[in-house]
């Protein structure tokens, strides 16, 4: 499964400009993207904490306050996963905001030598 979510992530990247392009090609309205964006995260929050809600609930593990307290410090916390991705979260909100604009090319050609190198199954 990881190999699996790399390439995607893969090839999420490769092409993550594409329908943002279109999109100004045939609207082109910041408000109405900003509007999707913000509606977009807010059920995304919503939906995933429901989920969770859920899971916890099945485990038993709902009403556990370490565990809410350290699954908050793992994704909001000073080392949290989420935390680095403010920054870039807020730009997308910039006028002039394009996802080139973070040029991560770089990592895109490392994870993708990940896939063009044969696999051990492949290899025997």
Avoid at 88 to 93: E, G, K, V
Wanted: with cysteine.
């Amino acid at each position: 499964m990881v190999r699996l979510w790399r390439w995607h992530a893969l090839e999420e990247t490769e092409h993550k400009a594409v329908a943002f392009d279109v999109y100004n090609q045939v609207c082109g309205s910041r408000k109405l993207l900003r509007r999707a964006m913000i509606m977009g995260t807010f059920f995304f929050v919503l939906d995933t904490t429901r989920g969770l809600a859920h899971m916890l609930k099945q485990d038993g593990l709902l009403w556990n306050w370490r565990v809410w307290r350290d699954g908050i410090q793992w994704m909001w916390g000073k080392e949290g996963v989420f935390r680095p991705l403010i920054s870039t979260y807020r730009d997308f909100f910039k006028p002039n905001f394009h996802p080139w604009e973070h040029n991560n090319l770089e990592l895109l050609y490392q994870t993708r030598s990940e896939f063009d190198a044969p696999t051990q199954s492949q290899a025997a």
